[in-house]
Protein backbone atom coordinates (compact mmCIF):
# COMPACT_ATOMS: atom_id res chain seq x y z
CA UNK A 1 0.00 0.00 0.00
CA UNK A 2 1.37 3.43 -0.70
CA UNK A 3 3.06 4.53 2.81
CA UNK A 4 1.27 7.96 2.39
CA UNK A 5 -1.96 6.33 2.01
CA UNK A 6 -1.38 4.19 4.73
CA UNK A 7 -0.50 7.29 7.41
CA UNK A 8 -3.24 9.35 6.05
CA UNK A 9 -5.93 6.41 6.54
CA UNK A 10 -4.34 5.82 10.25
CA UNK A 11 -4.38 9.31 10.98
CA UNK A 12 -8.30 9.72 10.05
CA UNK A 13 -9.34 6.39 11.34
CA UNK A 14 -7.24 8.14 15.32
CA UNK A 15 -9.00 11.38 14.22
CA UNK A 16 -12.16 9.63 14.21
CA UNK A 17 -12.12 8.80 17.63
CA UNK A 18 -11.29 12.46 19.10
CA UNK A 19 -14.45 12.98 20.11
CA UNK A 20 -13.90 15.85 21.79
CA UNK A 21 -12.93 17.71 18.72
CA UNK A 22 -15.72 15.71 16.74
CA UNK A 23 -17.96 17.56 19.29
CA UNK A 24 -16.58 21.09 18.24
CA UNK A 25 -17.14 20.66 14.32
CA UNK A 26 -20.20 19.15 14.71
CA UNK A 27 -21.84 22.13 15.68
CA UNK A 28 -20.24 24.17 13.07
CA UNK A 29 -21.94 25.33 10.14
CA UNK A 30 -18.98 25.00 7.81
CA UNK A 31 -18.61 21.26 9.53
CA UNK A 32 -22.25 20.32 8.60
CA UNK A 33 -21.57 22.07 4.95
CA UNK A 34 -18.22 19.89 4.62
CA UNK A 35 -20.27 16.97 4.68
CA UNK A 36 -23.05 17.28 3.44
CA UNK A 37 -22.41 14.81 0.46
CA UNK A 38 -22.29 11.96 2.87
CA UNK A 39 -25.18 12.82 5.52
CA UNK A 40 -28.73 12.83 4.65
CA UNK A 41 -29.68 15.71 6.93
CA UNK A 42 -30.33 16.61 10.52
CA UNK A 43 -33.38 15.14 10.88
CA UNK A 44 -35.76 12.22 10.47
CA UNK A 45 -37.84 13.81 8.36
CA UNK A 46 -35.20 14.95 5.92
CA UNK A 47 -34.01 11.65 5.83
CA UNK A 48 -37.12 9.96 5.39
CA UNK A 49 -37.85 12.25 2.10
CA UNK A 50 -34.13 10.87 0.77
CA UNK A 51 -35.26 7.56 1.44
CA UNK A 52 -38.47 8.72 -0.42
CA UNK A 53 -36.38 10.29 -3.48
CA UNK A 54 -34.49 6.76 -3.26
CA UNK A 55 -37.26 4.83 -3.50
CA UNK A 56 -38.81 6.47 -6.95
CA UNK A 57 -35.52 5.94 -8.75
CA UNK A 58 -35.66 2.07 -7.94
CA UNK A 59 -33.70 1.80 -4.66
CA UNK A 60 -34.17 0.58 -1.31
CA UNK A 61 -32.92 2.37 1.78
CA UNK A 62 -31.53 1.75 5.14
CA UNK A 63 -31.41 4.31 7.39
CA UNK A 64 -29.02 5.15 10.36
CA UNK A 65 -29.10 7.74 12.79
CA UNK A 66 -25.41 8.95 12.88
CA UNK A 67 -23.96 8.23 17.00
CA UNK A 68 -21.73 6.27 18.49
CA UNK A 69 -20.40 6.38 22.28
CA UNK A 70 -23.43 7.01 23.60
CA UNK A 71 -24.91 6.00 27.25
CA UNK A 72 -27.79 7.34 29.98
CA UNK A 73 -29.96 9.62 28.33
CA UNK A 74 -28.03 9.67 24.82
CA UNK A 75 -28.16 5.87 24.57
CA UNK A 76 -32.34 6.03 25.39
CA UNK A 77 -32.88 8.95 23.05
CA UNK A 78 -30.52 7.34 20.00
CA UNK A 79 -33.29 4.16 20.51
CA UNK A 80 -35.59 6.06 20.74
CA UNK A 81 -35.26 7.95 17.33
CA UNK A 82 -34.26 4.33 15.69
CA UNK A 83 -37.46 3.37 16.57
CA UNK A 84 -39.61 6.59 15.62
CA UNK A 85 -37.61 6.26 12.05
CA UNK A 86 -39.14 2.89 11.55
CA UNK A 87 -42.30 3.80 12.19
CA UNK A 88 -41.98 6.94 9.94
CA UNK A 89 -40.75 4.54 7.06
CA UNK A 90 -44.00 2.87 7.38
CA UNK A 91 -45.70 5.99 8.01
CA UNK A 92 -44.35 6.73 4.04
CA UNK A 93 -44.85 3.50 2.46
CA UNK A 94 -41.22 2.62 2.71
CA UNK A 95 -40.02 -0.50 3.52
CA UNK A 96 -38.88 -0.41 7.38
CA UNK A 97 -35.42 -0.96 7.82
CA UNK A 98 -32.58 1.10 10.33
CA UNK A 99 -28.84 0.15 10.73
CA UNK A 100 -28.30 0.61 14.66
CA UNK A 101 -24.75 0.46 16.44
CA UNK A 102 -24.44 -1.20 19.79
CA UNK A 103 -22.30 1.58 20.93
CA UNK A 104 -25.00 4.19 20.12
CA UNK A 105 -27.24 1.50 22.68
CA UNK A 106 -24.99 1.81 25.48
CA UNK A 107 -22.84 -1.26 25.07
CA UNK A 108 -20.34 1.03 27.39
CA UNK A 109 -22.74 0.42 30.00
CA UNK A 110 -22.59 -3.21 29.49
CA UNK A 111 -24.29 -6.00 27.32
CA UNK A 112 -27.27 -6.13 29.01
CA UNK A 113 -28.46 -2.40 28.95
CA UNK A 114 -27.43 -2.71 25.21
CA UNK A 115 -29.24 -5.68 24.49
CA UNK A 116 -32.49 -3.96 26.10
CA UNK A 117 -32.78 -0.89 24.48
CA UNK A 118 -32.25 -2.71 20.96
CA UNK A 119 -34.84 -4.91 22.47
CA UNK A 120 -37.40 -2.24 22.05
CA UNK A 121 -36.51 -1.33 18.82
CA UNK A 122 -36.81 -4.79 17.43
CA UNK A 123 -40.14 -4.74 19.16
CA UNK A 124 -41.25 -1.91 16.89
CA UNK A 125 -39.82 -2.97 13.73
CA UNK A 126 -41.80 -6.77 14.75
CA UNK A 127 -44.85 -4.25 14.75
CA UNK A 128 -44.38 -2.35 11.50
CA UNK A 129 -42.64 -5.74 9.68
CA UNK A 130 -39.52 -3.71 9.01
CA UNK A 131 -35.69 -5.18 9.69
CA UNK A 132 -32.87 -4.23 11.67
CA UNK A 133 -29.23 -4.09 11.45
CA UNK A 134 -26.51 -4.38 13.61
CA UNK A 135 -23.50 -2.65 12.30
CA UNK A 136 -19.91 -4.34 13.10
CA UNK A 137 -17.99 -2.31 14.50
CA UNK A 138 -14.43 -2.52 16.68
CA UNK A 139 -12.94 -6.26 16.97
CA UNK A 140 -13.35 -5.89 20.60
CA UNK A 141 -17.23 -5.59 20.61
CA UNK A 142 -17.67 -8.48 18.34
CA UNK A 143 -17.72 -10.96 20.95
CA UNK A 144 -21.02 -9.04 22.49
CA UNK A 145 -21.89 -8.09 18.88
CA UNK A 146 -23.16 -12.17 18.44
CA UNK A 147 -23.83 -12.92 21.88
CA UNK A 148 -26.55 -10.30 21.08
CA UNK A 149 -27.78 -10.86 18.01
CA UNK A 150 -27.98 -15.03 18.45
CA UNK A 151 -30.13 -14.09 21.29
CA UNK A 152 -32.47 -11.78 20.09
CA UNK A 153 -32.50 -14.06 17.03
CA UNK A 154 -33.55 -16.95 19.41
CA UNK A 155 -36.14 -14.84 20.37
CA UNK A 156 -37.52 -14.84 16.94
CA UNK A 157 -36.41 -10.82 16.09
CA UNK A 158 -36.50 -9.48 13.01
CA UNK A 159 -32.85 -8.75 13.12
CA UNK A 160 -29.27 -9.51 10.92
CA UNK A 161 -25.82 -8.09 11.55
CA UNK A 162 -22.75 -7.55 9.49
CA UNK A 163 -19.55 -9.42 9.15
CA UNK A 164 -15.86 -7.72 8.28
CA UNK A 165 -13.79 -10.00 5.66
CA UNK A 166 -10.85 -7.94 7.13
CA UNK A 167 -10.95 -9.94 10.44
CA UNK A 168 -9.49 -13.07 10.83
CA UNK A 169 -11.69 -15.15 12.79
CA UNK A 170 -14.43 -13.65 9.89
CA UNK A 171 -14.79 -17.56 8.68
CA UNK A 172 -15.56 -19.18 12.25
CA UNK A 173 -18.15 -15.89 12.65
CA UNK A 174 -20.19 -17.00 9.21
CA UNK A 175 -20.59 -20.45 10.45
CA UNK A 176 -21.40 -19.20 13.99
CA UNK A 177 -24.07 -17.20 12.28
CA UNK A 178 -25.64 -18.41 9.81
CA UNK A 179 -26.08 -21.76 11.76
CA UNK A 180 -28.50 -19.64 13.56
CA UNK A 181 -30.19 -18.65 10.32
CA UNK A 182 -28.77 -14.89 11.03
CA UNK A 183 -29.60 -12.51 8.03
CA UNK A 184 -25.87 -11.44 7.15
CA UNK A 185 -23.82 -8.13 5.12
CA UNK A 186 -20.46 -8.70 4.53
CA UNK A 187 -18.35 -5.75 4.13
CA UNK A 188 -14.49 -4.90 3.72
CA UNK A 189 -14.19 -3.63 6.97
CA UNK A 190 -14.22 0.12 8.26
CA UNK A 191 -11.98 0.04 11.36
CA UNK A 192 -8.55 -1.08 12.27
CA UNK A 193 -8.49 -4.74 13.07
CA UNK A 194 -4.75 -4.89 14.67
CA UNK A 195 -3.41 -7.91 14.95
CA UNK A 196 -6.46 -10.06 14.23
CA UNK A 197 -6.38 -8.79 10.68
CA UNK A 198 -6.15 -10.42 7.41
CA UNK A 199 -3.26 -8.18 5.66
CA UNK A 200 -3.07 -5.65 3.01
CA UNK A 201 -6.11 -4.36 1.04
CA UNK A 202 -5.64 -7.36 -2.11
CA UNK A 203 -5.55 -10.11 0.93
CA UNK A 204 -8.43 -8.33 2.25
CA UNK A 205 -10.32 -8.50 -0.90
CA UNK A 206 -9.39 -12.30 -0.74
CA UNK A 207 -10.94 -12.95 2.00
CA UNK A 208 -13.83 -10.88 0.78
CA UNK A 209 -14.78 -13.09 -1.92
CA UNK A 210 -13.91 -16.77 0.10
CA UNK A 211 -16.53 -15.52 2.30
CA UNK A 212 -18.79 -14.14 -0.19
CA UNK A 213 -18.61 -17.87 -1.65
CA UNK A 214 -18.99 -19.60 2.40
CA UNK A 215 -22.29 -17.35 2.82
CA UNK A 216 -23.84 -18.09 -1.32
CA UNK A 217 -23.69 -22.01 0.00
CA UNK A 218 -25.60 -20.93 2.85
CA UNK A 219 -29.68 -20.39 2.81
CA UNK A 220 -29.38 -16.45 5.15
CA UNK A 221 -30.59 -13.22 3.69
CA UNK A 222 -27.38 -11.97 2.03
CA UNK A 223 -26.01 -8.54 1.41
CA UNK A 224 -22.66 -7.64 -0.23
CA UNK A 225 -21.94 -4.18 1.29
CA UNK A 226 -19.17 -3.02 -1.21
CA UNK A 227 -18.51 -0.28 -3.79
CA UNK A 228 -16.13 -2.17 -5.52
CA UNK A 229 -17.19 -2.92 -8.91
CA UNK A 230 -14.64 -6.00 -9.56
CA UNK A 231 -15.50 -7.73 -6.76
CA UNK A 232 -19.68 -7.44 -7.30
CA UNK A 233 -18.72 -8.67 -11.06
CA UNK A 234 -16.89 -11.70 -10.24
CA UNK A 235 -20.12 -12.43 -7.90
CA UNK A 236 -23.36 -11.19 -10.17
CA UNK A 237 -23.96 -14.41 -11.64
CA UNK A 238 -24.70 -16.08 -8.75
CA UNK A 239 -25.80 -13.30 -6.35
CA UNK A 240 -29.02 -11.99 -8.64
CA UNK A 241 -32.03 -13.05 -6.79
CA UNK A 242 -30.11 -14.27 -4.43
CA UNK A 243 -28.57 -11.55 -2.31
CA UNK A 244 -28.65 -7.54 -2.70
CA UNK A 245 -25.86 -4.94 -3.22
CA UNK A 246 -25.51 -2.12 -0.49
CA UNK A 247 -23.76 1.00 -1.21
CA UNK A 248 -23.28 4.29 1.30
CA UNK A 249 -25.10 7.16 0.59
CA UNK A 250 -23.16 9.74 -1.24
CA UNK A 251 -20.43 7.03 -2.49
CA UNK A 252 -20.02 6.17 -6.52
CA UNK A 253 -23.46 7.12 -6.87
CA UNK A 254 -22.72 6.08 -10.65
CA UNK A 255 -22.02 2.71 -9.41
CA UNK A 256 -25.56 2.08 -7.57
CA UNK A 257 -27.65 3.65 -10.99
CA UNK A 258 -24.97 0.97 -13.16
CA UNK A 259 -25.93 -1.91 -10.97
CA UNK A 260 -29.58 -1.35 -10.90
CA UNK A 261 -29.43 -1.72 -14.68
CA UNK A 262 -27.55 -4.51 -14.52
CA UNK A 263 -30.40 -6.11 -12.72
CA UNK A 264 -29.44 -5.97 -8.86
CA UNK A 265 -31.37 -5.17 -5.99
CA UNK A 266 -29.46 -1.97 -4.48
CA UNK A 267 -29.73 -1.18 -1.30
CA UNK A 268 -28.41 2.66 0.14
CA UNK A 269 -27.41 2.96 3.25
CA UNK A 270 -28.55 6.80 4.58
CA UNK A 271 -27.06 8.17 7.66
CA UNK A 272 -28.54 11.11 9.09
CA UNK A 273 -28.36 13.41 11.93
CA UNK A 274 -25.85 15.83 13.96
CA UNK A 275 -23.14 13.31 15.13
CA UNK A 276 -21.79 12.79 12.06
CA UNK A 277 -18.05 12.80 12.78
CA UNK A 278 -17.05 9.58 13.38
CA UNK A 279 -19.06 8.31 10.17
CA UNK A 280 -17.69 10.93 7.88
CA UNK A 281 -14.10 10.38 9.34
CA UNK A 282 -14.27 6.73 8.20
CA UNK A 283 -15.34 7.70 4.78
CA UNK A 284 -12.45 10.06 4.42
CA UNK A 285 -10.11 6.97 5.61
CA UNK A 286 -11.38 4.99 3.23
CA UNK A 287 -10.85 7.55 0.28
CA UNK A 288 -7.99 10.42 1.20
CA UNK A 289 -9.19 12.08 -2.58
CA UNK A 290 -12.85 12.49 -0.41
CA UNK A 291 -10.88 15.17 1.65
CA UNK A 292 -10.12 17.17 -1.76
CA UNK A 293 -14.42 16.85 -2.51
CA UNK A 294 -14.58 18.50 1.54
CA UNK A 295 -12.27 20.94 0.91
CA UNK A 296 -14.25 22.09 -2.25
CA UNK A 297 -17.36 22.36 -0.32
CA UNK A 298 -15.77 24.29 2.12
CA UNK A 299 -13.98 26.87 0.19
CA UNK A 300 -15.80 26.54 -3.31
CA UNK A 301 -14.01 25.68 -6.23
C1 LIG B 1 -23.83 -0.59 3.00
C2 LIG B 1 -22.55 -0.62 3.77
C3 LIG B 1 -22.58 -0.89 5.13
C4 LIG B 1 -21.39 -0.95 5.85
N1 LIG B 1 -21.42 -1.36 7.16
C5 LIG B 1 -20.25 -1.53 7.81
C6 LIG B 1 -20.21 -2.09 9.12
O1 LIG B 1 -21.23 -2.41 9.73
N2 LIG B 1 -19.00 -2.24 9.72
C7 LIG B 1 -17.82 -1.91 9.09
O2 LIG B 1 -16.76 -2.10 9.65
N3 LIG B 1 -17.84 -1.38 7.85
C8 LIG B 1 -19.01 -1.18 7.21
N4 LIG B 1 -19.00 -0.66 5.94
C9 LIG B 1 -17.75 -0.05 5.40
C10 LIG B 1 -16.87 -1.09 4.71
O3 LIG B 1 -16.31 -1.94 5.68
C11 LIG B 1 -15.72 -0.41 3.93
O4 LIG B 1 -14.93 0.33 4.83
C12 LIG B 1 -16.19 0.51 2.83
O5 LIG B 1 -17.30 0.01 2.19
C13 LIG B 1 -15.06 0.71 1.78
O6 LIG B 1 -14.73 -0.51 1.21
P1 LIG B 1 -15.25 -1.03 -0.22
O7 LIG B 1 -15.84 -2.37 -0.04
O8 LIG B 1 -16.14 -0.05 -0.83
O9 LIG B 1 -13.92 -1.27 -1.06
P2 LIG B 1 -12.69 -0.33 -1.43
O10 LIG B 1 -11.66 -1.23 -2.01
O11 LIG B 1 -12.30 0.52 -0.26
O12 LIG B 1 -13.28 0.61 -2.53
C14 LIG B 1 -13.77 0.14 -3.78
C15 LIG B 1 -13.99 1.34 -4.68
O13 LIG B 1 -14.93 2.24 -4.09
C16 LIG B 1 -14.33 3.51 -3.84
N5 LIG B 1 -14.67 3.94 -2.47
C17 LIG B 1 -14.67 3.20 -1.35
N6 LIG B 1 -15.00 3.94 -0.27
C18 LIG B 1 -15.20 5.18 -0.73
C19 LIG B 1 -15.54 6.40 -0.11
N7 LIG B 1 -15.74 6.49 1.21
N8 LIG B 1 -15.68 7.50 -0.91
C20 LIG B 1 -15.48 7.42 -2.25
N9 LIG B 1 -15.14 6.28 -2.89
C21 LIG B 1 -14.99 5.19 -2.15
C22 LIG B 1 -12.81 3.27 -3.87
O14 LIG B 1 -12.10 4.42 -4.27
C23 LIG B 1 -12.71 2.16 -4.91
O15 LIG B 1 -12.76 2.69 -6.21
C24 LIG B 1 -20.16 -0.64 5.20
C25 LIG B 1 -20.14 -0.36 3.84
C26 LIG B 1 -21.31 -0.36 3.12
C27 LIG B 1 -21.24 -0.09 1.64
Known amino acids: MNPLFS ?30 RFVAGNTIEEAVAVAVAAKQRGFTVTLDRLGEASTGAAADTYGADASRLLEAQAAADLEPNVSVKLTAIGLAEGEEAAARRLDQILAVAARVDGFVRVDAEHASSLDALHRIVLAARAAGRPVGTVIQANMRRAPSDVALLTSAGVPIRLVKGAYDPGADGVGDPAAVDAAYLAL ?68 SLRRMAERPANLRFVLRSLFGR
Do not use: C
Request: overall charge positive.
Open 7 to 36: LSRAVLLRMSRASAIGALVQRTAWGRRAVQ
Open 212 to 279: AEQLLATSVPLAFGTHDDRILEQLAERAHGRAEAQLLYGVRSDLAERLLSAGWRVRIYTPYGPDWWPY
